[in-house]
Structures are given as C-alpha cells and as structure tokens.
C-alpha cells in the first residue's frame, strides 16, 4: 500500500490550504478515497470522502469549507481547505475507503501523513 499526503503546513485562521495524495494505482483506481485527520489526544476521524465516480461526504464540520477531488489519470485525490479554523489543526492522511460503510479506512497502513497547523 502505497499513500503518500503532501501540502501541509502553518496557516492563520481563515487561510486555505491544498493538500494531495498519491496512491498507487491499482488501490485508487478500484477504490472510494478518504481523508481523515488527528488532532492531538484524540482518535482520527473522517474528514471527507470521494467514490470512483465522484460522489463525495463531508463531516459536518468542515462542510462548505472543505472540497475534496480526485484526478484518476494521475492517481491522486486532493483536499482542498478554505476557511480553515484552529480547530482544523491535526496530522491529515489519505486511505481508500469503503463507500459502503461511512467511508472507514480499509487498509492499516497509512503512510506518512501531513502536518495541518492553524493559528488563531
């Protein structure tokens, strides 16, 4: 399994992001892909959710903010973060996801994940 999250970094409030995530093929072609997120002392959660044919979910806290997309030629699904909050602060990861069951991880591994900082 190969997952590789990219684009974090230091932003103050209300600022945008971009983070990326490059899989391997076979796991995104055939795969839902989910970004989740951990926040200090807490359990990682499901931030957004997108299917092979681009249905996507929001957790309620980041709806209208967060917009994910997935670009199938180049293997790779994108969280796009605007209006970003210190709350949004954590370590963002990417996995394929089971559409079928509110887009839960369905690998262990989890690659390299990236750090998200937001200052108030």
């Known amino acids: 399994v190969q997952l590789q999250a990219s684009g974090g970094g230091l932003v103050q409030a209300g600022g945008s992001l971009r983070l990326s995530c490059a899989a391997s093929?076979?796991?995104?072609?055939?795969?839902?892909m989910g970004w989740y997120r951990q926040a200090p002392g807490k359990q990682r959660e499901l931030v957004a959710g997108?299917?092979?044919?681009?249905?996507?979910n929001y957790a309620d806290s980041v709806k209208g903010r967060f917009t994910i997309s997935r670009d199938n030629a180049k293997n790779t699904v994108y969280l796009q973060m605007n209006s970003l909050k210190p709350e949004d602060t954590g370590v963002y990861y990417c996995?394929?996801?089971?559409?079928?069951?509110?887009?839960?991880?369905?690998?262990?591994?989890w690659g390299q994940g990236t750090q998200v900082t937001v200052s108030s």
């Open positions: 996995n394929a996801a089971d559409r079928f069951n509110r887009f839960r991880p369905r690998y262990d591994s």
């Open positions: 093929g076979t796991i995104f072609r055939i795969n839902a």
């Open positions: 997108i299917t092979t044919s681009g249905s996507t």
